[in-house]
């Protein structure tokens, strides 16, 4: 591992300016030579693997009385960047009132990991492709702009399907992310002109003709929150994966539906493991608002899910899988209990 300097921040501004300080736009192994250090479960595994490179690194923690908290009112939830994986999953009312939440975050990594990772970390998380991870391999557009792609024509299982360009193709990795998009959450943002407030489906950026630029944050900016309207108590995350257990989506989806008298009033369906970011499936959710479910239906939804997607030498599996996935994510909606 390289040097870098070490600070703590002990108030959300001076993370800011030692953040904004360091902070240059345009590296490309990094996105910024400063670096916010939450639990450190990706970033310190990837400047051990020297793919980032971090001038200093801005420790974060110390903020976590004020930014880790869960907070449930009549408008909806409240979680703080820096609430652990493990305490969101585990609370009741999470459990409840958004299970889809709750279950992004428990078929997630390990238990170990969860005890220590944050929310705005895992959001954060950067792809696991296998040539972005391994310096050894020069082209990737991602880790090193203009140098093409090994992945294209080398070992795509992993990869995705919806998203890609002809620069990049690598899968966004999270779980917790497809159950924010799906519940059209909002990220909060703490930076040097104050707080502001987006929807998190701009959070992240699809690669196009720049794959280095993964996300919306100006540099300096943190991620202080996100905040869900209302209740969503009929959601469901299904994911499957190589084993049951601390292993990544090849597939999974992100299903939150409002039916009412058997006719669904409302529906969500977020994809992971087969998209560069964290996905929406809009035209599938149109089909099934002011319906009643059945078979066809779930078939014609997944169906449209998997419209646009393109298959590569190995991962094409992944629309056929990410079908049944949908399907079977709606079924488990629509017959659960609440
Ligand atoms: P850090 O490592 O501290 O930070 C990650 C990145 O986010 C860094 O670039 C950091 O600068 C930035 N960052 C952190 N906090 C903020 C903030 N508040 N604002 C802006 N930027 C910030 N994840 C899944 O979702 N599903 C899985 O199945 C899964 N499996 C895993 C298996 C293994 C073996 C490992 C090692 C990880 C796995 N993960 C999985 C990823 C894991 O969940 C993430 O590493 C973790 O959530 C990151 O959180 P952290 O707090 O440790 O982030
Ligand atoms: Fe790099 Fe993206 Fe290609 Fe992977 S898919 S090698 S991250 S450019």
New binding site residues.
């Given amino acids: 591992m390289r040097s870098f300097q070490y600070q703590r921040a002990t108030d959300p501004n001076m993370a800011v300016q030692a953040l904004s300080a360091a902070a240059t736009a345009t590296n490309p192994l990094t996105q910024a030579t400063a670096?916010?250090?939450?639990?450190?479960?990706?970033?310190?595994?990837?400047m051990k693997l020297d793919v980032?490179r971090?001038a200093a690194i801005v420790d974060?923690n110390p903020l976590s009385r004020s930014?880790s908290a869960i907070e449930l009112n009549s408008d909806g939830l409240r979680l703080g960047?820096?609430a652990k994986?493990s305490d969101v999953a585990a609370h009741a009312e999470i459990q409840r009132s958004y299970p889809v939440i709750a279950n992004?975050?428990k078929?997630?990594?390990?238990a170990q990991?969860?005890n220590?990772?944050?929310?705005?970390?895992?959001?954060?998380?950067?792809t696991r492709c296998s040539y972005f991870r391994d310096i050894s391999y020069e082209n990737c557009n991602k880790r090193n702009p203009g140098s093409g792609c090994a992945a294209m024509d080398g070992f795509n299982r992993m990869h995705a399907v919806l998203g890609t360009s002809d620069q990049c193709i690598a899968s966004y990795?999270?779980?917790?992310?497809q159950a924010l998009i799906a519940l059209d959450a909002t990220v909060e943002i703490t930076g040097k002109s104050g707080i502001r407030s987006m929807p998190f489906a701009e959070l992240h950026k699809a690669p196009g003709n720049s794959p280095e630029i993964e996300t919306t944050?100006q540099p300096g900016?943190?991620?202080?929150a996100f905040a869900v309207r209302g209740r969503w108590p009929r959601s469901v995350y299904l994911?499957t994966?190589d084993r049951q257990s601390?292993?990544?989506?090849l597939s999974s989806a992100a299903v939150a539906l409002d039916v009412q008298d058997g006719t669904i009033r409302d529906a969500r369906v977020a994809l992971g493991g087969v998209a560069t970011v964290p996905w929406r499936a809009r035209e599938a959710e149109a089909l099934l608002k002011g319906r009643k479910f059945d078979d066809e239906l779930a078939r014609r939804v997944a169906d449209a899910a998997f419209a646009e997607a393109r298959g590569r030498r190995h991962n094409s599996f992944k629309i056929a899988l990410g079908k049944r996935v949908v399907t079977h994510a709606l079924q488990q909606a629509v017959t659960m209990e609440i």
């Fill in positions: 670096q916010p250090l939450a639990g450190g479960t990706t970033l310190i595994d990837l980032m971090p974060i930014w960047a820096l994986m992004s975050l078929l997630a990594a390990s990991l969860r220590m990772a944050t929310l705005g970390g895992n959001v954060m998380q950067r990795p999270g779980d917790f992310a944050l900016e943190l991620i202080s994911k994966r601390y292993e990544f989506a």
